[in-house]
């Protein structure tokens, strides 16, 4: 092998990061906003005739500069007889040399970012052949940061990021969601007092002349953006997950002073590593590592069995680990499924919630409704894979494509949902190899016996959300009758199918009814053991939706006999009636439909009624009018100067 001459440019980057450990929904802001500086989305990329079979990569770097020098040897098989073959490189790096059977040949690098690799004969299909190319330069950084180095407490640190399109910034290599590299080394050589971070096992590291080389085997299929490189000072610890039939250790490398406070926190992450397993089937890389890295960045990168991390906040631990279940072995075929690994991570780390924290379940369920639910619009599919930012939306891509995962779970039930993920993700045509969104709604057909194409159509491809009023009375014998309303914040979806639960209660009992609602205005009459006195719509939250009323129940009096003034209402509220009506009570709820006042109606009225609303906090409100007939409900605004 050719050696390198290791030499450094007289340039840095002089910032220091400073972060601050952010919620749930501050880091994926932090991630999207990384991208927005580096917005340059290929215009062509490598078409690859060819299964890339196996790289040697050899790589030469500092921390404290940005200059890289690299020997990438490509061995593969043509799917068809081929004279060229070509890669994904930027062309702010230099093509020093191409070597063939130890001989060197013709290249051109276009300004496109493709090297073309000319063969001096035909490679014949089906035959196993490499190429090694010897390279160097300062690698230009788009998407999140592809070759970074920024500073820490004590030192500089370099890392990689080459999600969505940043790969070849730094190395040549087939940019795509087609083809995953089935074996990789990787040697890097970098400063004394250094230590480099990657996929796969460490299998040595050795100091000489002042240069210490790390070896890092990784033997399991990987997406060209999976592979990262992280290098600084360094320190390292292992924690160790027991499985039933299995031990998977967990390789830290930290900074030198956070490491007396990262010995807890990433101890933490061994259970929620048995969760997934439990959940979902066994670690994909069992035979080597899971690891995490340090890196100057708000966010995580979820690197296959080494993420990059901005800092061990639980629920990005969480989340960068879920991806070695979703984005890793299994990685979205093309970005405009990007949910598949971004919304079904953001899920996990919710469910770590749902099995820890429960206390914290509903609020994180609540929390990420309130940001879908703030816009009108979008989809979960991803049209436009141009947009960096619209591929790693925040609002959409995570959240949105999270809480599709837990309505499916709500629709398919938690038997189905859970056996059926458990067969897609180890699906021997899926399992280290790419999927698409109609393989995952194939696999949850199969489990539970449902047809998913209107759900998909509905919650996958359109765009917004639902909002209900729901309408119910019971009668004598405890008979309910309810009538569900439905209207949608965008134009895509004219009605969404879904079961709805609705908690009947009264102070001492309590059920819950789940309704198929099929179309707008469906009436239902199911019967209860018990007299209910309030309702909650979705009290567990399963369906994502806003801006919802309950109405405790129907209207048996003629609307037109009945007038409320002023509503808004500032004080009072008037109610004035006619016919034969014989007013009994009165009770005022919110939307949520809790009972906020009961009050009888003093006989002899004479068609009039004052309602003081005076202690009422300004918002929407609905009264309840009992008569000797029946009920109606009426919603009124309260207000204040």
Known sequence: MRSILICFLVFFLNFRLIAQAPDHRQW?????????????????????????????????????????????????????????LELDLSLALVTDSILYHGSGISFSHSANDLLVINFPATIPAASIDSVSIYYHGVPQSTGFG????????????????????????????????????????????????????????????????????????????IATYLVGLASTNYFSYTDTVLFQQDTVPIVNYVYPEDTPACFSTTHDLVAVMQLYDT????????????????????????????????DFWPELTAHELAHHWFGDPVTCGSWSDIWLNEGWAEYLSGLVHEHFTPQDWLAWKEGIIHSVTSAPDGSVYCSDTSDINRIFNGRLTYDKGSYLAHMLRWVCGDSAFFAGMKNYLNDPALRYHFSRTAKLQSALEQSSGKSLNTFFNQWYYGEGFPSYDVQWSQDVSNVLTVQINQSTSHASVGFYEMPVPIRFRNNTQDTTIVFNHLFSGQTFHPSISFHADSADFDPERWILSA?????????????????????????ELHIQYSGNIQLTSFELFGTDGKLIRDEPVMTGSNGQLLVHVEDLSPGIYIIRINTASGSIFRKFGVFRN
């Not at 999207?32 to 005739?49: G, I, N, Q, T, Y």
């Not at 919802?548 to 129907?554: A, E, K, L, P, T």
């Open 28 to 84: 994926i802001e932090f991630e999207k906003k990384s991208a927005e500086s580096f917005l340059r989305v290929p215009d062509h990329h490598a078409v690859s005739h060819c299964n890339i079979v196996y790289d040697r990569c050899e790589w030469t770097v500092n921390p404290n500069w940005n200059d890289l020098f690299g020997i990438v040897t490509t061995y593969f098989i043509p799917d068809q007889a081929i004279n060229t």
């Open 146 to 221: 592809s070759y970074v180095s920024q500073w820490h407490q004590t030192a500089s640190v370099l890392w990689t990021l080459s999600e969505p399109y940043g790969a070849k910034d730094w190395w040549p290599c087939i940019q795509d969601l087609n083809d995953k590299i089935d074996s990789i080394d990787i040697i890097v050589h970098c400063p004394d007092g250094n230590r480099t971070a990657s996929n796969g096992l460490l299998i040595s590291e050795t100091t000489n002349s002042g240069v210490v080389t790390a070896h890092w085997k990784h033997r399991y299929p």
């Open 279 to 310: 959940l979902f089937g066994a670690y994909a890389f069992s035979d080597e590592k899971y690891g995490q890295a340090r890196i100057a960045w708000g966010g995580g990168m979820e690197h296959q069995t080494m993420t990059f991390i901005g």
């Open 547 to 571: 801006n919802n009323s309950i109405h405790i129940g129907i209207a048996t009096i003629p609307e037109n006999n009945l007038l409320l003034f002023p509503s808004p209402a500032n004080q």
